[in-house]
């Protein structure tokens, strides 16, 4: 408004121009000189160049200042009630020495939007891109971030915005800003269970208290363990394939095919409203799922989970990890989740991941000796992992929270070494659907299984390395037919029994 108004302005609305349309090299040095706090000494004949590529619109531009002068800005106060009605955010960016409108005219702008926020540099003018370039570019990019803005798309350059970051401050803003447990493990007690076998598993007395250690008798269960994963995955596509295809012919009153989509599963919508209290988190997961399912696409979901701003991943693994008999907070409620990676599992095999991944952990030393009594046991013991657990490429992503927060007394801070060899669609790279590219990001489910094959401890990073290699058990399509059938015998053998007890009886 008028009040905010300087000097140069008041000369602009008498119809003198050359302070903001220089017609000279003198004009344009007094311009430059005039608009910005930082001295610029640019060579002569660059800024006659300049001035000559302006002069041949001076015309024109002459022609817009004035129209603005004389129509718009006497109907300013009907454009600022627009801009109160405004219901989006706003970033106001001010030079204090602006000499074109003074520095109140952010306050100004910041009482009249709704949703407004401002910055003023100190020692800045009115051209932000010369005096402040780093700053103004900090502010825009944070806002957009702060906003969920894409930041995997590319330039034209082929490079990513992270990529295009120089100064350490910006490159902060990309940052994930808590490392908590992403790519590092506090109570491993819950969220990996040990697998050990029988004749090994000498003390059982010790292991009470440590309810993540179990038991398998023979390698065959761990197999057992693998095929009917992968069967139930099978079926589970196949049905969900059939009744979407052909709901024309099976749809009934009684049975809704949307009913075990996973926007409408009753158990997965009794955790989302249990665990997403703020409402901005439960729409955006919302608008996720829904995006899911219009794509034909698991890329969403894992967005989702990926998304800090989505509060989703760690109320997810929380759930996971649980043995309670509490039905409001067992594991089985995320179980449709888990199952909407299976049903995308040949999506997923695009993505699979092959090599060597890492992730931290605080151990407390009776947990550790667990886990040397695996790697000793004969045959070697197997960890499987209950939750989604994120691992990097990158070994000191996985360290910098230990490297940050040493452990507690009886604790040791420990580096978790995955193996992969073979290809499998539970676990997958992830860097390119998640905000944060430049933590190289690899997903694996649920569910996978991992043999300890090293302990060692590492005297200068004062961490001890606990090497794994994923248990890959190669399942074929009649494995999985023979598994349905022998399943179904089960069923009928077992619902035969109860018929003849009950007739006995």
């Given at each position: 408004n008028e009040q905010c108004e300087t000097d140069l302005i008041q000369q602009l609305r008498s119809g003198i121009y050359s302070a903001l349309l220089p017609e000279t090299?003198?004009?344009?040095?007094?311009?430059?000189?005039?608009?910005?706090?930082?001295?610029?000494?640019?060579?002569?004949?660059?800024?006659?160049?300049?001035?000559?590529?302006?002069?041949?619109?001076?015309?024109?531009?002459?022609?817009?200042?004035?129209?603005?002068?004389?129509?718009?800005?006497?109907?300013?106060?009907?454009?600022?009630?627009?801009?109160?009605?405004?219901?989006?955010?706003?970033?106001?960016?001010?030079?204090?020495?602006?000499?074109?409108?003074?520095?109140?005219?952010?306050?100004?702008?910041?009482?009249?939007?709704?949703?407004?926020?401002?910055?003023?540099?100190?020692?800045?003018?009115?051209?932000?891109?010369?005096d402040k370039p780093e700053q103004t570019a900090e502010n825009i990019v944070k806002l957009l971030l702060d906003r969920n803005c894409p930041c995997t798309q590319l330039n034209r350059f082929g490079r990513t915005a992270y990529?295009?970051?120089?100064?350490p401050e910006m490159k902060q803003l990309f940052t994930r800003p808590d490392l908590t447990c992403r790519f590092h493990e506090l109570d491993a007690a819950h969220a990996i269970?040990?697998?050990?076998?029988?004749?090994?598993?000498?003390?059982?007395?010790?292991?009470?208290?440590?309810?993540?250690?179990?038991?398998?008798?023979?390698?065959e269960e761990i197999f057992q363990y693998a095929l009917n994963q992968q069967t139930t995955a099978m079926w589970l596509k196949f049905y969900n394939w059939f009744t979407h295809t052909f709901r024309v012919f099976i749809e009934r009153e009684d049975f809704h095919i949307d009913?075990?989509?996973?926007?409408?599963?009753?158990?997965?919508?009794?955790?989302?409203?249990?665990?997403?209290?703020?409402?901005?988190?439960?729409?955006?997961?919302?608008?996720?799922?829904?995006?899911?399912?219009?794509?034909?696409?698991?890329?969403?979901?894992i967005t989702l989970y990926t998304c800090e701003n989505a509060g989703f991943y760690r109320p997810l693994n929380q759930q996971l990890s649980r043995s309670t008999t509490d039905a409001a907070k067992s594991s089985h409620l995320c179980d449709r989740f888990i199952l909407e990676f299976f049903i995308y599992r040949h999506e997923l095999k695009q993505r699979a991941f092959t090599g060597t991944v890492y992730r931290g952990a605080t151990l407390p030393e009776a947990d550790l000796a667990v886990y040397e009594q695996a790697w000793l046991s004969n045959p070697s013991g197997a960890l499987g992992l209950k939750a989604f657990t994120s691992t990097s490429t990158d070994p000191l992503v996985a360290l910098r929270y230990a490297t940050l927060n040493p452990p507690a007394a009886g604790h040791k801070n420990v580096l978790f070494v995955f193996e992969i060899q073979k290809i499998t669609p539970t676990i997958f790279g992830i860097e390119d659907i998640s905000r944060y590219i430049q933590e190289h990001e690899v997903l694996i489910l649920p569910g996978n299984l991992f043999i300890v094959t090293n302990i060692q401890e590492d005297p200068g990073l004062h961490v001890i390395t606990i090497n794994l290699r994923h248990w890959h058990v190669p399942v074929s399509f009649w494995d999985r037919i023979k598994q349905t059938c022998h399943a179904g015998r089960k069923s009928t053998l077992g619902n035969t029994t109860q018929l003849h007890n009950k007739n006995a009886n």
């Open positions: 090299s003198e004009q344009l040095y007094a311009m430059i000189n005039m608009l910005t706090v930082k001295k610029i000494n640019l060579p002569r004949p660059f800024l006659n160049g300049f001035l000559h590529l302006r002069l041949r619109l001076l015309d024109e531009h002459k022609r817009v200042l004035s129209s603005l002068l004389e129509y718009d800005y006497p109907h300013l106060e009907e454009y600022y009630q627009k801009l109160r009605q405004m219901d989006k955010p706003a970033l106001i960016l001010w030079g204090r020495q602006d000499r074109v409108y003074t520095a109140e005219g952010a306050e100004y702008f910041v009482k009249l939007l709704p949703k407004a926020e401002k910055q003023v540099f100190e020692d800045c003018g009115h051209f932000m891109a010369i990529e295009e970051a120089r100064s269970a040990v697998y050990l076998p029988e004749e090994n598993d000498r003390d059982s007395a010790a292991h009470e208290t440590q309810h993540f250690v179990q038991v398998f008798q023979t390698e009913q075990f989509d996973l926007m409408n599963h009753g158990d997965f919508q009794q955790f989302l409203k249990s665990n997403l209290s703020n409402p901005v988190h439960y729409q955006f997961t919302i608008k996720l799922i829904n995006e899911a399912q219009r794509r034909n696409s698991i890329e969403p979901l």
